[in-house]
């Protein structure tokens, strides 16, 4: 199945703690259905210091399925269906059901 959401997008999340707050999408991980969204689901990682970096507690986002997350829609902000199409010049886009307008440049 082609990927509805990808990086860089705008996303409002529908449920969970983080419910209608938005996000850009840094990565998608399409074999587990999840998606990393930036400054949401953050969760607190207790690390014992290395060579590398010091210890303590690091704050860093985690995972959230994909089912959880909408586009936004560029024209009303909304969280959109995302559907495809093909254009007249025969390039195949992704656009919001509710607005038609086409999300891919």
């Known amino acids: 199945m082609a990927a509805k959401i990808k990086k860089g997008d705008t996303v409002v999340i529908l449920s969970g703690k983080d419910k209608g707050r938005e996000g850009e999408v840094l990565s998608v991980r399409p074999k587990e259905d999840r998606v990393l969204v930036q400054g949401i689901n953050m969760i607190a990682r207790h690390t014992k210091p290395s060579q590398a ?49 086409v999300l891919d440049g």
């Open 53 to 101: 970096q010091s210890g303590g507690i690091i704050r860093k986002e985690a995972p959230l399925h994909i089912s959880n997350v909408a586009v936004k829609d560029p024209t009303t902000g909304k969280p959109a269906r995302i559907g495809f199409k093909i254009q007249e010049d025969g390039k195949k886009v992704r656009f919001a059901k509710g607005s038609g307008e």
